[in-house]
Nanobody, 125 residues
Framework: QVQLVESGGGLVQAGASLRLSCAAS????????MGWFRHASGTEREFVAS????????FYTDSVKGRFTISRDNAKNTVYLQMNSLKPEDTAVYYC??????????????????WGQGTQVTVSS
């Protein structure tokens, strides 16, 4: 089993920045591909960003490109999501996720096997 713990959420004004962290522990293996997803009230959980095992390849949903950056520190088993120029529509619970198999990063929710409890991000206008 892999445990994922997110931190760094909060309440900020539009235009501000936040950095989310996701610390992995437990039976980790060879730095799995990781992703960030979000769930806003009244919507389905959606893909935000993902990163390959070595951190070289990243994917972003169109609405965050140029504003969010995903990165990882494999020595610390931690993945980050730097969020700049936040907008009210970014308000959601943000979850990190890890793949159980040794595979590439993807954008599909169902391909991630381990999930954190989520951290709330609220952006006021």
């Amino acid at each position: 089993q892999v445990q994922l713990v997110e931190s760094g959420g909060g309440l900020v004004q539009a235009g501000a920045s936040l950095r989310l962290s996701c610390a992995a522990s437990g039976r980790t293996f060879s730095n799995p591909a990781m992703g960030w997803f979000r769930h806003a009230s009244g919507t389905e959980r959606e893909f935000v960003a993902s990163i390959s095992r070595n951190g070289v390849t990243t994917f972003y949903t169109d609405s965050v490109k140029g504003r969010f950056t995903i990165s990882r520190d494999n020595a610390k088993n931690t993945v980050y999501l730097q969020m700049n120029s936040l907008k009210p529509e970014d308000t959601a619970v943000y979850y990190c996720a890890a793949r159980a198999v040794i595979a590439t990063a993807t954008t599909r929710t169902y391909e991630y096997d381990y999930w954190g409890q989520g951290t709330q991000v609220t952006v006021s206008s």
